[in-house]
C-alpha cells in the first residue's frame, strides 16, 4: 500500500475509533452516521485491506437503532469475508440480533458460538453470554439446559472475581434446577451451599441480604427447613441499620417467622411475625400485614392459646377486609 493508502487507512479507523466511543455513550444514530460513512470509505481502499471491522460496527450499529435485520445482513455478510476466524463479538452481536427479531432458538445456538470462541481467557464476556444462554433455554422451555448454563457463568464470573454475580448465577441455577424438576434433592441443595457459601465474599448488605433471602426460601422450598432457618437469620443479622429498607427487613422477618413455624418452634417464630406485622403496619401495606397477623395467630393456636389466636385471626381479617375494599373502589375507576 502506498502512502496515500496507509493515510486512507488510518483516517478511516480513526473513525471507528470514534464511532465505537459515540456508540458507548449511547448516541445511537451519531455512531451509526460515522460508520456508514467509514464504512463507505473503506470501499476504496486496496483489494488487500479488509472490511471486516467496518461491516461488524456498521452492524452494530444499525442493530443499536433498532434496524435489526439491516444489522444482521452486515453481520452475517462480514463472517462470509472471513468463515474461519474466531468471532465471538460477532457471535455475540448476531444472537442479539435474532433476540430481537425473537427468534430464540437462532439467539441460543448463536450465543454458543460466543461462548465457544471466547474461552476462559476472556471470563467477564464468557460470563455474560452465559447468562444470555440460559435466560434464552429457559425462554425455549429448557430450564436444565437455563440451570447447567447458570452454573458455567458462576465460574466465569468467579474466575473474574465477580463475586456478587457468581452468586446470583448460582441462585438462579437452582432456581431452574427446581423447576425442570431432572435434579436430585441433594443436587440442587449443593448448589445452595456453594451459593451461601460466595455469599460470604459479597460486601453489599443489600444484595447479600436478597440472595441470603432467596436461598432460603429455595431451601424451604426443599423442605430444608433447618438450613433455611440459617440463611434467613443471617440475612437479618447482616441487613440491619439504615441501609436496609423496612419493606425488605419486614419480609425477612415474615420468612424466619414462618420458618419456625414450619419447624414447630412457635414461641421462638412470635416475635418475628409480630415485629413483621408492626413494619407492614408502619407501611400501610395492609395485604402482608395481614399475611403476618395469620401466622401470629395461627403460632398462638398451636400453643393452645385460642383467645389470643381469635383475636390475632380478627385482626387478620379487617386487613384483608380493607385491601377488598380498596380493590373494589379502584375497579370502579376508568382504566388507562
Same mark, same amino acid.
Given at each position: 500500500?502506498?502512502?496515500?493508502?496507509?493515510? *486512507?487507512?488510518?483516517?478511516? /479507523?480513526?473513525?471507528?475509533?470514534?464511532? +465505537?466511543?459515540?456508540? &458507548?455513550?449511547?448516541?445511537?444514530?451519531?455512531?451509526?452516521?460515522?460508520?456508514?460513512?467509514?464504512?463507505? /470509505?473503506?470501499?476504496? $481502499?486496496? *483489494?488487500?485491506?479488509?472490511?471486516?471491522?467496518? @461491516? %461488524?460496527? $456498521?452492524? &452494530?450499529?444499525?442493530?443499536?437503532?433498532?434496524?435489526?435485520?439491516?444489522?444482521?445482513?452486515?453481520?452475517?455478510?462480514?463472517?462470509?469475508?472471513?468463515?474461519?476466524?474466531?468471532?465471538?463479538?460477532?457471535?455475540?452481536?448476531?444472537?442479539?440480533?435474532?433476540?430481537?427479531?425473537?427468534?430464540?432458538?437462532?439467539?441460543?445456538?448463536?450465543?454458543?458460538?460466543?461462548?465457544?470462541?471466547?474461552?476462559?481467557?476472556?471470563?467477564?464476556?464468557?460470563?455474560?453470554?452465559?447468562?444470555? @444462554?440460559?435466560?434464552?433455554?429457559?425462554?425455549?422451555?429448557?430450564?436444565?439446559?437455563?440451570?447447567?448454563? %447458570?452454573?458455567?457463568?458462576?465460574?466465569?464470573?468467579?474466575? &473474574?472475581?465477580?463475586?456478587?454475580?457468581?452468586?446470583?448465577?448460582?441462585?438462579?441455577?437452582?432456581?431452574?434446577?427446581?423447576?425442570?424438576?431432572? %435434579?436430585?434433592?441433594?443436587?440442587?441443595?449443593?448448589?445452595?451451599?456453594?451459593?451461601?457459601?460466595?455469599?460470604?465474599?459479597?460486601?453489599?448488605?443489600?444484595?447479600?441480604?436478597?440472595?441470603?433471602?432467596?436461598?432460603?426460601?429455595?431451601?424451604?422450598? @426443599?423442605?430444608? %427447613?433447618?438450613? &433455611?432457618?440459617?440463611?434467613?437469620?443471617?440475612?437479618?443479622?447482616?441487613?440491619?441499620?439504615? +441501609?436496609?429498607?423496612?419493606?425488605?427487613?419486614?419480609?425477612?422477618?415474615?420468612?424466619?417467622?414462618?420458618?419456625?413455624?414450619?419447624?414447630?418452634?412457635?414461641?421462638?417464630?412470635?416475635?418475628?411475625?409480630?415485629?413483621?406485622?408492626?413494619?407492614?403496619?408502619? /407501611?400501610?401495606?395492609?395485604?402482608?400485614?395481614?399475611?403476618?397477623?395469620?401466622? /401470629?395467630?395461627?403460632?398462638?393456636?398451636?400453643?393452645?392459646?385460642?383467645?389470643?389466636?381469635?383475636?390475632?385471626?380478627?385482626?387478620?381479617?379487617?386487613?384483608?377486609?380493607?385491601?377488598?375494599?380498596?380493590?373494589?373502589?379502584?375497579?370502579?375507576?376508568?382504566?388507562?
Amino acid at each position: 500500500m502506498n502512502s496515500s493508502g496507509e493515510t *486512507e487507512a488510518t483516517a478511516i /479507523l480513526a473513525r471507528i475509533k470514534t464511532g +465505537s466511543q459515540v456508540l &458507548a455513550d449511547d448516541h445511537h444514530e451519531t455512531a451509526l452516521s460515522i460508520f456508514k460513512k467509514a464504512y463507505l /470509505l473503506s470501499l476504496k $481502499l486496496s *483489494e488487500g485491506q479488509t472490511q471486516k471491522p467496518y @461491516l %461488524f460496527n $456498521l452492524g &452494530a450499529a444499525y442493530i443499536a437503532v433498532g434496524k435489526t435485520k439491516k444489522g444482521l445482513k452486515c453481520l452475517m455478510k462480514c463472517k462470509l469475508k472471513e468463515p474461519e476466524g474466531r468471532d465471538a463479538d460477532m457471535y455475540f452481536n448476531i444472537a442479539i440480533a435474532y433476540e430481537e427479531m425473537k427468534e430464540y432458538s437462532k439467539a441460543v445456538r448463536f450465543y454458543e458460538k460466543t461462548v465457544n470462541d471466547y474461552g476462559a481467557h476472556q471470563a467477564d464476556n464468557t460470563a455474560d453470554a452465559l447468562i444470555k @444462554l440460559a435466560y434464552y433455554s429457559v425462554n425455549l422451555e429448557d430450564p436444565a439446559s437455563g440451570a447447567h448454563s %447458570f452454573r458455567l457463568a458462576r465460574q466465569s464470573y468467579q474466575q &473474574a472475581g465477580r463475586w456478587d454475580y457468581a452468586a446470583m448465577a448460582l441462585r438462579e441455577c437452582a432456581s431452574y434446577m427446581i423447576q425442570s424438576q431432572r %435434579f436430585s434433592k441433594a443436587e440442587v441443595q449443593q448448589v445452595l451451599k456453594e451459593c451461601h457459601q460466595i455469599c460470604k465474599a459479597i460486601t453489599h448488605s443489600s444484595l447479600k441480604g436478597k440472595l441470603l433471602n432467596d436461598i432460603g426460601l429455595h431451601s424451604a422450598e @426443599l423442605k430444608s %427447613f433447618s438450613q &433455611a432457618e440459617g440463611c434467613f437469620t443471617e440475612a437479618l443479622g447482616s441487613c440491619s441499620g439504615m +441501609s436496609f429498607s423496612i419493606g425488605k427487613r419486614a419480609v425477612l422477618l415474615q420468612n424466619t417467622g414462618a420458618i419456625h413455624n414450619a419447624m414447630n418452634q412457635y414461641k421462638t417464630s412470635l416475635k418475628y411475625h409480630a415485629e413483621a406485622a408492626d413494619m407492614y403496619g408502619a /407501611l400501610e401495606e395492609r395485604k402482608a400485614q395481614g399475611e403476618s397477623l395469620c401466622n /401470629l395467630a395461627y403460632a398462638y393456636s398451636q400453643m393452645k392459646n385460642y383467645k389470643t389466636a381469635a383475636f390475632y385471626y380478627q385482626e387478620a381479617l379487617q386487613a384483608f377486609k380493607e385491601v377488598g375494599k380498596r380493590l373494589s373502589k379502584d375497579l370502579t375507576k376508568p382504566q388507562s
